[in-house]
């Protein structure tokens, strides 16, 4: 499940800093984002999802922010540590209950 | 916690052969996906599955590839006679039921490379 990085736009943070991960996403109908985690040779990990009818959710050290207006979804990290370095995509759900990934963040976090 | 369960980790295959990639969805989800990972890409839809039938397919799904559930456990994907470009990651995910609030729970993935 690894996503090489060699086009992957990179976020780098020090540990125990606040990490914002922003992505766009393409249809004005979809009323159902999510936030995955995928690490080294896993899957994508279930993070943090949001309702069109939200714009904001919060969990725990993680929140997601929705911009209907303009599109943008943004998964902010607080704290960030060692383990939450991973790449991190936005997926959005349409009418047919299939997701539509974005193409990820790689976040790389420095002691 | 319930996991999606996929097997095998990795399968390497000589062009033109068929194979197989076998999910085990968590116990009471009703709806199925398989989903491409091509290196260095994003997660791409291939295939639904409900109610024992295709509810969708991508344009990448084409006559070669097939899913079944023949046990009532497994979900299963099938390709027929693997080509190069059909070298990726393979996930299978599963969801609970119907409504648009309900994330999809991915396994671990089969890494497929063709030969």
């Known amino acids: 499940g690894e996503s090489v990085g060699l086009h992957l736009p990179t976020l780098s943070v020090q540990e125990g800093d606040n990490s914002i991960i922003n992505c766009a996403y393409s249809?004005?109908?979809?009323?159902?984002f999510i936030w995955y985690k995928q690490e080294s040779g896993k899957g994508p990990q279930f993070i943090i999802d949001?309702?069109?009818?939200?714009d904001k959710r919060q969990g725990q050290r993680v929140t997601v922010l929705l911009n209907k207006t303009v599109k943008h979804l943004s998964l902010q990290i607080a704290a960030t540590q060692p383990g939450d370095s991973a790449v991190y995509f936005c997926?959005?759900?349409?009418?047919?209950?299939?997701?539509?990934f974005g193409s990820g963040t790689r976040l790389l976090v420095r002691p | 916690e319930p996991e999606v369960t996929q097997t095998p980790s990795h399968q390497v295959t000589q062009m033109g052969q068929e194979v197989i990639l076998r999910c085990v969805p968590i116990?009471?989800?009703?709806?199925f996906y398989w989903y491409r990972q091509i290196l260095g890409q994003k997660v791409e839809f291939l295939v639904s599955?409900?109610?024992?039938?295709?509810?969708?397919k991508s344009e990448i799904f084409d006559d070669q590839f097939s899913v079944e559930r023949p046990d009532g456990s497994n979900f299963t994907l099938k390709i027929r006679s693997t080509k190069l470009e059909d070298s990726a990651m393979y996930f299978c995910?599963?969801?609970?039921?119907?409504?648009?609030?309900?994330?999809?729970?991915f396994g671990d993935g089969t890494r497929l490379s063709i030969l």
């Open positions: 995910a599963t969801r609970k039921g119907a409504g648009s609030n309900q994330p999809q729970h």
């Open positions: 249809n004005s109908a979809s009323d159902y």
């Open positions: 949001i309702r069109s009818n939200m």
């Open positions: 997926a959005e759900m349409d009418s047919s209950y299939k997701l539509i």
């Open positions: 116990s009471n989800h009703l709806y």
């Open positions: 599955f409900y109610n024992n039938e295709i509810s969708e």
